[in-house]
């Protein structure tokens, strides 16, 4: 997942961590976009301030709030 950001987006993807931590954030246009990897069953993540768009990428489940895709649904709108 992160080497798919880095290469949709070079020297925009930074690691987070302020009290809690995203897998990976991608500064695009002065705004944050946060990505969180979660593998197992549970899939919730804390809330984020100062983070409003987070994605979190699972192994199969689907959600509208908060945004929740399948690993291979994120990896295939990448063209990379």
């Not at 959600?63 to 929740?68: D, E, F, N, V, Y």
């Amino acid at each position: 997942v992160i080497e798919h950001l880095v290469r949709a987006f070079p020297e925009k993807v930074f690691f987070w961590k302020n009290g809690s931590e995203i897998d990976a954030v991608v500064l695009e246009k002065e705004r944050l976009y946060g990505f969180e990897v979660k593998w197992s069953e549970k899939t919730e993540i804390k809330a984020q301030n100062q983070i409003k768009n987070i994605t979190i990428i699972t192994k199969k489940e689907y959600a509208k709030t908060p945004l929740k895709l399948p690993l291979s649904v994120f990896l295939s709108i990448f063209d990379v």
